[in-house]
């Protein structure tokens, strides 16, 4: 999602084994979508098996993963359940995009453009359900809780930090921050050097930190006002209004105090107010008690390497980090901002 609320937030960078010890929960769809896209042959083709499989959602959920666990942290991951009837012109755009994505992939194949194939290849993602499935299975081998949410896997992540069910939620979507997540954290799965699209410059990104109260008391507006924001900017359930960026809608909502005042002030409108308001207030969510054990290290090796031709030294020595994971550190606290 686009929301970018980011020079709104207090945010400290931080390191992966800062979080050693802490029950973090992952936007399940977020991430494997992150690494379908980004887990890629040069000319943008997804990772494969022998039989042709496609095995890059596999790949960075292990090899990813394991370099979370072997720094300590207690994963838990949340996958989405069906979409709110307001998502569906969002999902729709998305889709054609997605077909236009495809059509210039071929061109630039066909032209040799390497750059551009990879670039147009990674604009076509899809996840489909079976690999969902795999990566559950997985997951079970690895001894990581998962949850199906009854909608948006970000609404449930917010609901667990709420229940103390974790410590931190992770995705690289603010609108987790929307739906009340506390403590969230970005770049979880990003982090390390990473090279900028079209350019041969590469860019250092780090794991940061978010603190949504400490955020909301220096904006001095509450959560409902910073969800009134994001709807004046645009939200996965609403186009928003032309010109209000993050800075503007923020001065808007200091000043008028809520979207209707805003909307009225600036003699504009937005259907379905109340309804994209309570999508982020009152969404609907689960309780969930994650449990974690101790990662089958015969069912992984059997399913990755001969299910899936994994290399066999790669992934026993990815293994050896789940298999010796052990907490090493504390909990953020507000004074660490």
């Known amino acids: ?62 090899f990813k993963f394991s370099n979370l666990v072997g720094n300590g942290l207690k994963l838990c991951i949340v996958f989405d359940g069906k979409p709110p009837a307001l998502k569906k012109k969002l999902l729709e755009v998305r ?29 076509t993602t899809r996840l489909d359900p079976s690999m969902v499935l795999e990566c559950k299975k997985l997951l079970d081998y690895l001894g990581i809780p998962w949850i199906d949410a009854p909608s948006e896997g970000e609404a449930q992540v917010a609901h667990l930090l709420s229940n103390d069910r974790v410590d931190y939620g992770a995705s690289q979507d603010f609108d987790t921050i929307l739906f009340g997540a506390s403590k969230f954290v970005r770049n979880l799965t990003l982090s390390g050097r990473r090279k900028l699209p079209k350019q041969q410059k590469w860019v250092e990104v780090s794991p940061e930190i978010i603190d949504l109260e400490l955020s909301l008391e220096k904006l001095e507006i509450n959560r409902e ?10 939200t996965d359930f609403n186009p928003g209004i032309e010109g209000i960026g993050p800075k503007r809608g923020l001065n808007f909502l200091q000043e008028y105090g809520s979207a209707e005042a805003v909307l009225d002030k600036i003699g504009k409108k937005i259907d379905n107010l109340d309804e994209i308001r309570a999508l982020f207030l009152n969404h609907p969510v689960i309780d969930f008690e994650p449990e974690w054990s101790v990662p089958q290290r015969d069912l992984i090796l059997d399913y990755l390497c001969n299910d899936f031709s994994f290399n066999k030294p790669r992934v026993e020595k990815a293994l050896d980090k789940y298999l010796k994971a052990k907490p090493r550190a504390r909990q953020f606290t507000l004074g660490d901002f």
């Open 1 to 62: 999602m686009g929301i970018q609320l980011g020079p709104l937030l207090e945010t400290r960078k931080i390191k992966v084994e800062e979080l050693s010890g802490q029950r973090v929960a992952i936007d399940g769809y977020n991430v494997l979508y992150q690494f379908l896209t980004s887990i890629r042959q040069a000319d943008g083709t997804l990772l494969t098996d022998s039989k042709g499989r496609v095995t890059s959602h596999l790949s960075g959920m292990f």
């Open 95 to 123: 889709r054609q995009r997605k077909i236009k994505a495809e059509i210039e992939w071929e061109a630039a194949i066909e032209a040799g453009d390497i750059e551009t194939a990879r670039t147009k290849a990674q604009q």
């Open 225 to 234: 006002q910073l969800v009134d924001v994001a709807i004046l900017m645009g």
